[in-house]
Every structure is written in C-alpha cells, then in structure tokens.
C-alpha cells in the first residue's frame, strides 16, 4: 500500500516550458487536491477534486490547470512556468465520508523554475 | 469557510506538556475540527480531529469548549523530534482543506 505518490521529487523548468506534476493514491479516495508552499509559509490550495470528472479551484489556481479522468490520479498541469510558480507542491487525498478524516499527503515535488 | 487564528511560534522544553490554542470563531454546526503537523521536507501528517469535548489518541490531546470557538491541542511530554509545525483546520464536507499558517513549535533541549 504505497499510499499518495508524486513524481517527480525534483524538477527545474525555464520560463515558458510546460510541465506535469504526478500524483496517484491507491487508497480509493474520493477527494484529491494540490497544494504549494512556498518558503516559510503554509501551505495554499491550488485546485481540489471530490471525485473523478470533478474539479474546482482553490486560493491560487492561476496557472494551474488539472484534471481526474480516474480515482486513483490528479495530475496537476503547468502551462507555461513561471519564476513565481518556483515552490514545494504537495498532493493529498482523503475519503469523502462523514466525518472527512485524515488527508494522506504524498512527499512533496520540488520545483524550480528559472 | 471558518477561518483560525493560532500563534505564529512557540517554544518548550523537552519533558513539558505543550498546550496550543487555536480560534475558530465563527465555527459551523457541521464543522470538524483537525490537527496536522508538518516537519521539514515533508507533506503534513494527521494528528487528530474532534468536533466537541475531548479526544485522545497515542500522539495528543484536543480539548474542544462547548462553544466550540476555540480548541486545543495538548503534546504531552515533548521530545525534539516534536518541533514542527502545527496547523488547526476548520471545516466539513462540502469545504475545501484550506490551510492556515501554522503554528511553529520548536523544543529546546
């Protein structure tokens, strides 16, 4: 039971490049979201899914486009990079039960972008 | 969404029980109450979640009023391998996972 997989770890991208961030859980979970956090600071939402074919945004979803064609992966899409996109991006997922319980957190993709 | 107040940093001594408040006036009747601790280089991990009185599980304490305005996370017996951050989260279902800025905790020897 891997639990929230992301890849890659590591990552530098030039202005202007596009790129796809992975994540996959093999936990069944309905909810998925991303997140970014930025040096010293929490951590900020980026989009959010509460089931496959269903997406919405989040704080700071410029940028940023997403999609869930299955339960099991939230891949997290960058259109064209920018220096200020330059963070550690964080997947989770949880059951979309009563009560919403622990969110399982991958262990973060660092980007940087130049 | 129910917005929390915590405070930025504290300190402590290895050995002591450490108490951290958060406020989360303007709480809902369906909003669930959760604790994650975050250590450097890696995602947050769940602590604990309550939504009145009191839970404990094998990590902590939350102590939860019967207003509900605020609570509590209690670490009882604090070692080095404690100091993280701390986020308290507000919410239900239908909310999104939004995160404050935590609480930065940092035990001294």
């Known amino acids: 039971n891997a639990g929230v997989t992301q890849t890659p770890k590591f990552q530098v991208l030039k202005t202007g490049q596009s790129m796809t961030l992975q994540c996959a859980q093999d936990?069944?979970?309905?909810?998925m979201s991303w997140y970014r956090q930025d040096p010293g600071m929490g951590l900020r939402l980026i989009h959010y899914s509460v089931g496959a074919g269903i997406t919405d945004q989040g704080e700071v979803p410029n940028g940023y486009n997403v999609s869930r064609s299955t339960t099991e992966d939230f891949p997290l899409r960058l259109l064209s990079a920018a220096p200020s996109q330059t963070s550690v991006y964080f997947c989770a997922s949880s059951k979309q039960t009563e009560p919403r319980t622990e969110a399982f957190f991958g262990q973060g993709t660092r980007l940087t972008v130049v | 969404l129910a917005k929390t107040t915590q405070p930025i940093s504290m300190d402590s001594y290895e050995g002591q029980e450490v108490n951290i408040t958060c406020s989360h006036n303007n709480i809902a009747t369906n909003d669930y109450i959760t604790w994650y601790q975050q250590f450097p280089s890696q995602g947050p991990r769940f602590i604990i979640q309550g939504y009145k009185t009191k839970v404990t599980n094998e990590v902590a304490s939350l102590f939860i009023p019967a207003d509900r305005k605020s609570s509590t996370l209690s670490l009882p017996r604090v070692s080095l391998s404690d100091t993280a951050v701390y986020y308290c989260?507000?919410?239900?279902?239908?909310?999104?996972?939004?995160f404050g800025k935590g609480t930065r905790l940092h035990i001294l020897p």
């Open positions: 989260l507000v919410g239900d279902l239908d909310d999104k996972i939004i």
């Open positions: 936990m069944n979970h309905e909810y």
